[in-house]
T-cell receptor, first 114, second 113 residues
Framework: DGGITQSPKYLFRKEGQNVTLSCEQN?????MYWYRQDPGQGLRLIYY???????QKGDIAEGYSVSREKKESFPLTVTSAQKNPTAFYLC?????????????FGEGSRLTVL | AQSVTQLDSHVSVSEGTPVLLRCNYS??????LFWYVQHPNKGLQLLLKYTSAATLVKGINGFEAEFKKSETSFHLTKPSAHMSDAAEYFCVVLYSSASKIIFGSGTRLSIRP
């Protein structure tokens, strides 16, 4: 079955450590996105990529980095510069290279900083 | 400014009664509008979408939404709630001219037995 796989599902990190969240899709979608979700808030866009080897900052990119070396993969690194990294992170994809509102989501990764 | 407002952070209804989740958006020439559902600790799933065709949109699991341009609203309804409908619901607007997707803050739907 086609879909988006995020790993790990749960992750604990000590302050000052970088951590990388994996996102892989086999839907053959061109665009991929990373969102952050905090309790009582909507999703906020961290980064998005419309094509391989290209990506753009979203609304809250500070303290995060991404790469898009393959169409199927869009990993997110949460760096030590991110001041409040504890959150639920969601990866999504969409058909074609344009930004559309029809998104397919993974099941998320919950990061907790100890 | 581009914005989406979900008017209720929490809605509680009894099983078998109607559901109404409200959403208003800031005006745009031709918005595309969506509703997503999220069950606890899961990703979001598309319920339905409006993209300038019929103003009454039918989605999965018996949900519907009506686009009202004059009121800049896109409320989600269901005639009869089921226990499995308990989840968080997000109203989402795509502002095509800016290639921007805006999420509402979500409405948590609880179903009483």
């Amino acid at each position: 079955d086609g879909g988006i796989t995020q790993s790990p599902k749960y992750l604990f990190r000590k302050e000052g450590q970088n951590v990388t969240l994996s996102c892989e899709q086999n839907l053959n979608h061109d665009a991929m996105y990373w969102y952050r979700q905090d309790p009582g808030q909507g999703l906020r866009l961290i980064y998005y990529s419309q094509i391989v080897n290209d990506f753009q900052k979203g609304d809250i990119a500070e303290g995060y980095s991404v790469s898009r070396e393959k169409k199927e993969s869009f990993p997110l690194t949460v760096t030590s510069a991110q001041k409040n990294p504890t959150a639920f992170y969601l990866c999504a994809s969409s058909i074609g290279g344009r930004v559309t509102g029809e998104l397919f989501f993974g099941e998320g990764s919950r990061l907790t900083v100890l | 400014a581009q914005s989406v407002t979900q008017l209720d952070s929490h809605v509680s209804v009894s099983e078998g009664t109607p559901v109404l989740l409200r959403c208003n958006y800031s005006s745009s020439y031709s918005p595309s509008l969506f509703w997503y559902v999220q069950h606890p600790n899961k990703g979001l799933q598309l319920l339905l979408k409006y993209t300038s065709a019929a103003t009454l949109v039918k989605g999965i699991n018996g949900f519907e939404a009506e686009f009202k341009k004059s009121e800049t609203s896109f409320h989600l309804t269901k005639p009869s709630a089921h226990m499995s409908d308990a989840a968080e619901y997000f109203c989402v607007v795509l502002y095509s001219s800016a290639s921007k997707i805006i999420f509402g803050s979500g409405t948590r739907l609880s179903i009483r037995p």
